[in-house]
């Protein structure tokens, strides 16, 4: 069967530059209360390029570099580094301490550094970075998060999309060269994801960080969208609506028994959501278009009151 390699890289950029202030308000709750969220946010990689240099160690890691601003107005450089690999690596204070000294010495701002450890080493967790000789030293220090000292408990039940990347993640370590454990992995890991409620956007999110990380061989992807869908189906009772599996399902054909069979488990779902719905409501749903029905899906995972639903319908036209 086909070896595949989880795709770690791609999850943390992804993460880091689509939800950055979700990720510093679940790893470094201080950092995010300072800093200033109605100012935009600048990411800075070529920046981070020019003085980094070329890897070819072929090491997992992911090296970022932002700018924000903190509440008393002045500039602030984030410089943010996650190891992946499960071995030590010794190069990791000094290659912080060289990025750190260069982003300062080209843009004259403060540059805090920080770093992900998110290795399988409960006993590499390195600080700090110094040397010194003849009465002289320099110290950097920088603050880490060991993604293993997070409790399980506290992250199965958190319902952070960093809790949940930080379980994913973990779930690929521990179900490496496994593709049956990761195949039940992913089912149990889906079915958690949907029941904690997630916004349309996290969800499709989440479930592009589960494709990367617990990556299968395309001899059993399929087998891997049934138990998907299944779960989908026993958790909200319908065929399948939020995860982005085969989306095509969606877009061939509206033949009126397919139609009237989307119509239902949607009116059922939102049944779930918002309590009983009126008749006018009901008729309004069940007169949507096949495309603005296939909306509804989606965006009814957002709704939390009853107005809400009735503004939206009010977009959407009938058949």
Same mark, same amino acid.
């Given at each position: ?215 299968? !061989? %395309?001899? *059993?992807?399929?087998? #891997?969208?049934?138990? =998907? ?5 026993? +958790? /909200? ?52 278009? !096949? %495309?603005? *029905?296939?909306?509804? #899906?989606?965006?009814? =995972? ?5 107005? +809400? /639903? ?10």
């Amino acid at each position: 069967m086909t070896h595949v390699v989880s795709d770690f890289d791609a999850a943390w950029k992804e993460a880091l530059e689509t939800f950055f202030p979700a990720f510093l308000a679940f790893f470094f709750p201080a950092i995010h209360t300072d800093v200033d969220w109605s100012q935009p946010i600048v990411w800075l990689d070529t920046e981070l390029q020019q003085v980094a240099p070329e890897d070819r160690t072929g090491k997992q890691r992911v090296d970022k570099l932002v700018r924000v601003t903190r509440r008393d107005g002045s500039p602030l450089l984030v410089l943010i580094h996650i190891e992946i690999q499960s071995q030590v690596d010794l190069t990791l204070p000094e290659r912080i301490f060289c990025y750190n000294t260069r982003i300062y010495d080209r843009e004259r701002m403060a540059v805090i550094s920080l770093a992900i450890l998110a290795d399988e080493n409960p006993l590499w967790r390195p600080s700090q970075f110094s040397y010194g000789l003849w009465g002289f030293r320099q110290t950097m220090e920088f603050p880490t998060v060991k993604l293993l000292d997070l409790p399980q408990a506290d992250l199965e039940a958190s319902s952070s999309l960093f809790a949940a990347l930080t379980l994913l993640h973990r779930d690929a370590q521990a179900t490496r060269g496994q593709l049956e454990a990761r195949l039940v992995r992913r089912a149990e890991r889906w079915r958690r994801i949907v029941q904690q409620g997630h916004s349309a956007a996290t969800i499709r999110a989440l479930f592009r960080f589960l494709d990367y990380l617990l990556r299968l !061989p %395309d001899e *059993l992807k399929q087998e #891997s969208q049934l138990r =998907l869908r299944q779960v989908e189906m026993e +958790e /909200l009772g319908m065929v399948k609506f939020i995860s982005p599996i085969e989306e095509s399902i969606y877009q061939e054909g509206h033949e009126e028994g397919q139609v009237a069979e989307r119509r239902d488990l949607v009116l059922r779902l939102l049944t779930r959501k918002l309590g009983p719905l009126t008749a006018d409501i009901e008729g309004r749903v069940a007169a949507l278009s !096949p %495309d603005s *029905l296939l909306a509804l #899906s989606e965006a009814l =995972l957002d709704f939390t009151r009853l107005d +809400e /639903l009735t503004a939206w319908l009010a977009q959407y036209p009938a058949v």
